[in-house]
């Protein structure tokens, strides 16, 4: 098990330095602004006043712009809102490729045949996930923090990795999903491009739910609407972390149990037959 | 006796969609023996090889591979086997060195590394290259190396000369012929007839998924068949060449160019030949296909 987890971390490391220094350098962008903003503050009310409720929705909260001017306002309307959808590419890539990718290529066929069980295979690959997503999260955390330090803000590095807290959990719960359908689905592509569309819905109709119940419903089964973001720089929302963390775990479940009792493909099988259990 | 087989398999059958692959395959491999696994392309070949290992899972019937289940002890099946896939596919982001450490990580380090030196050494293969720099030969020759490596009791080779240059593919021969000399049986497929006649102990046909008969080498080449193209200096009648026991006209351009089919020895067909005006010759050995459509016909079996 421990092969396959530094195996597969090595081959991470390239996807985890690229998005973890990605959202490290949004960070570092755009935390030094608040002290531009915050010494207008006046002229900033005037222009966020201006955009419409639509726009802003994208952004948080959207009753109170006033929220915008303080700092853990400002990391959340600037910044935090944004990481799922930047983190959450790097979740769909890894989380879809963990085992398919292997496949596709028909490298899996040769690892199976060494004498390791599919489930030592599985766990060590999944704990690599799981060690790759702390990782990009932790240096994004680590690249605002160092500006951090410089700013006006006066929000701690412990502070902040309080908020990055539930990003990790977007992170896992679309890497689950993606790690499921690509077990489920014929070929990566496809379960890389269904969690893709639900990422972005789950953006879009979170965002616009703030504005119109009829799509509140909806939106509340998406799991953009358990995000916290910068919220949780003052605690974190338990609930919805362990509820995520619930749903990815399952996700990861029911992949393992797909997994197991399926055979592995090589380079061009794969059918939409797959999906259904063998009869044995 | 069940323990004198290193592999066993009864009724196996295997569809994908509405594609049989496997219709009730039966086969027996002794221990210690070389078995040749011969039949044209899409007659199964690697499906059962793949049914073997546990990489896919028969619809029905039994195997036992060194006397364990491989779908129950998957793992110690693997534990004591070596395989080469048909289709072999490395991490391109690895050195051939690289690769093979992490396939023998896998392996709980058992493999001797002075060995893997020995036989990289023997293959003429540069360990130090990155996979994707290397030719398709050359990631055969890492292919093989790991199949070997481990000094496994039973080696399950899917085409393992595949991509091989003659010379190349002589040492890989030798290897199996010394993997057997150490103890091990070997289970090799192919669609080469004359590869498993040269180190085969025994062959076993299949063809669309049935195994249809299990012979020594020596009989195949009995009833190998040559393709011969003759173009005569003047008109002829062909009566005392088809009159050779074995040899069948396939084409007659003119009464000058003919072309022929001979099974078995070529002896009688030649001397009958000396007789005629010929002007040119030439002969070739045809695909497996041919040889089995040659000796089973078009008939389902």
């Not at chain 1, 999903?177 to 890389?192: E, K």
């Not at chain 1, 939106?219 to 919220?231: C, E, I, K, R």
């Not at chain 2, 030196?117 to 130090?128: N, P, S, T, V, Y």
């Amino acid at each position: 098990m421990l092969t396959h987890f530094r195996y597969t971390l090595r081959r991470m490391r390239g996807q985890i330095l690229g998005w973890g220094v990605g959202v490290a350098l949004l960070g570092m962008l755009i935390i030094p602004f608040y002290g531009v903003f915050a010494e207008d503050q006046a002229q900033l009310m005037a222009m966020l006043e201006s955009y419409p409720p639509e726009f802003l929705a994208f952004f948080g909260d959207v009753t109170d712009t006033s929220a915008m001017t303080t700092p853990r306002g400002f990391l959340q309307y600037y910044f935090f809102s944004m990481v799922p959808v930047l983190a959450g590419i790097f979740a769909l890539a890894a989380g879809s490729g963990l085992l398919a990718k292997d496949e596709e290529h028909g490298r899996l066929d040769l690892i199976m045949a060494h004498p390791v069980s599919r489930t030592a295979l599985f766990v060590g690959r999944v704990l690599a996930l799981a060690a790759g997503s702390m990782a990009v999260v932790f240096v994004g955390w680590l690249g605002c923090a160092i500006v951090l330090q410089g700013s006006s803000m006066d929000i701690g590095a412990g502070e902040l990795a309080m908020a990055f807290v539930p990003v990790l959990a977007q992170i896992w719960i679309y890497a689950a999903m993606a790690l499921l359908l690509s077990m489920l689905m014929p070929a990566q592509r496809f379960a890389l491009m269904v969690t893709g569309v639900l990422l972005a819905a789950s953006y879009i109709l979170s965002s616009l739910g703030k504005l119109n119940p009829n799509l509140s419903a909806v939106a509340d089964l998406m799991p953009y609407a358990y995000y916290q973001g910068a919220a949780a720089l003052s605690g974190l929302d338990w609930g919805s972390l362990l509820g995520l963390l619930a749903v990815g775990n399952l996700c990861v479940l029911l992949a393992w149990w797909r997994f197991a009792h399926r055979d592995i493909r090589v380079v061009g099988e794969g059918s939409w037959r797959l999906w259904f259990p063998s009869r044995r | 006796m069940a323990e004198q087989l290193a592999l066993s398999v009864r009724g196996m059958t295997k569809s994908y969609g509405k594609v049989r692959a496997l219709r009730g395959l039966d086969l027996d491999v002794r221990r210690g023996e070389i078995y040749g696994f011969l039949g044209p392309n899409g007659a199964g070949k690697t499906t059962t090889i793949r049914c073997l290992l546990d990489t896919i899972r028969p619809d029905g019937g039994s195997a036992h591979v060194l006397g364990l289940d491989p779908r129950r002890d998957a793992v110690a099946v693997h534990a004591r086997t070596g395989y080469l896939p048909g289709e072999l596919h490395l991490d391109d982001n690895m050195s051939g060195e690289g690769q093979l450490r992490y396939f023998n990580a896998l392996r709980g380090g058992r493999a001797s590394w002075a060995y893997v030196r020995q036989l990289a050494e023997q293959f003429d293969l540069d360990l130090k290259r990155p996979i994707k720099n290397l030719s398709r030969g050359n990631k055969q020759k890492v292919g093989v190396i790991q199949a070997v490596m481990h000094h496994p009791e039973l080696l399950i080779l899917d085409e393992p000369t595949s991509g091989l240059d003659p010379l190349m593919q002589q040492v890989a021969l030798r290897l199996i012929r010394e993997a057997r000399a150490g103890g091990a049986t070997v289970f090799f497929s192919s669609h080469i007839m004359s590869e498993v006649e040269a180190v085969a102990d025994r062959v076993g046909i299949i063809r669309d998924g049935v195994l249809v008969e299990v012979a020594a080498p020596d009989s195949l080449g009995a009833r190998a068949l040559h393709r011969a193209t003759v173009r005569f200096h003047e008109p002829v009648s062909l009566e005392g060449l088809l009159s050779v026991a074995g040899v069948r006209l396939v084409s007659q351009d003119d009464d000058t160019h003919v072309t022929l089919e001979i099974v078995g020895d070529m002896s009688p067909f030649v001397r009958a030949l000396a007789a005629y005006p010929v002007r040119d010759l030439q002969t070739a050995r045809p695909s497996l296909e041919d040889v089995f459509l040659a000796a089973y016909g078009h008939t389902q079996i």
